[in-house]
């Protein structure tokens, strides 16, 4: 399908319906987060480059941290337009009894971007599969499924600023779930390029769970820092 048709097909009527759903909910939780993270890049072959990152996510008006991972990434890339990516990661999430849970999460990415300058599109995919406290709980071990649609724009302004504006939906796949869409993501950043090997993005992100009696809305901050050998 061309950028065009997809934009046109998909990201439009996902954008209507989702935040026309998310504007109907009552009773809403409110919560204001910090996110901050650093990655490492290194090329291992003409157009595969391993990815390793590591993410602190503070919640309860950042006060508490709240979700720590490390990620591990395998990038392949196709073409000028299209790459894939397969992922792990473990995560220490903290429970309302203040013990952590553990999970790890297996998942696949396909990325498809189109440059029409100063303006980059792009569309994201991603397969995920994910277990919490195996062995753990009398439900640990049970796979949660998710696909996710996210749609970006970025703005090259000059050689170091890039704004962008991205738009993410969760849709769950396991049997006991009947939503089409239960989480967005709406997100605002600019990345910044201190040299050809690093970059620090700061963005502000609205996450709202929908189609739930009592949908929790997240107002975070975020922070990154990237390096690439």
């Known amino acids: 399908m061309a950028l065009s048709g997809l934009f046109r097909f998909v990201v439009f009527p996902a954008l209507v319906a989702g935040l026309l759903v998310s504007t109907q909910l009552k009773g809403q939780q409110n919560d204001a987060g910090l996110w901050a993270s650093v990655s490492f890049e290194a090329k291992v072959a003409k157009r595969l480059s391993a990815k390793i990152s590591e993410e602190f996510r503070f919640y309860e008006n950042i006060s508490e941290l709240g979700t720590s991972f490390t990620e591990a990434c395998l990038e392949y890339k196709i073409n000028k337009y299209l790459q894939v990516s397969a992922n792990y990661r473990f995560t220490q999430r903290k429970r309302l009894d203040d013990y952590y849970s553990f999970r790890h999460r297996i998942y696949v ?118 390096y690439k050998l």
């Open 109 to 226: 990415d396909v990325k498809y971007s189109k440059k029409l300058k100063p303006f980059e599109l792009s569309w994201r995919g991603r397969f995920q599969d994910q277990y919490s406290d195996i062995g753990r709980a009398s439900d640990g071990g049970v796979a949660e499924y998710y696909f996710r649609n996210k749609f970006s724009l970025k703005w090259d302004l000059d050689k170091a600023y890039s704004p962008y504006l991205s738009f993410e939906l969760f849709s769950p796949l396991d049997y006991p779930r009947y939503s089409v869409f239960d989480n967005l993501r709406a997100t605002a950043g600019i990345e910044y390029s201190i040299s050809k090997h690093q970059k620090i993005d700061l963005y502000y992100m609205i996450q709202k769970e929908i189609n739930v009696s009592r949908p929790d809305t997240y107002f975070i901050l975020g922070i990154g820092y990237f």
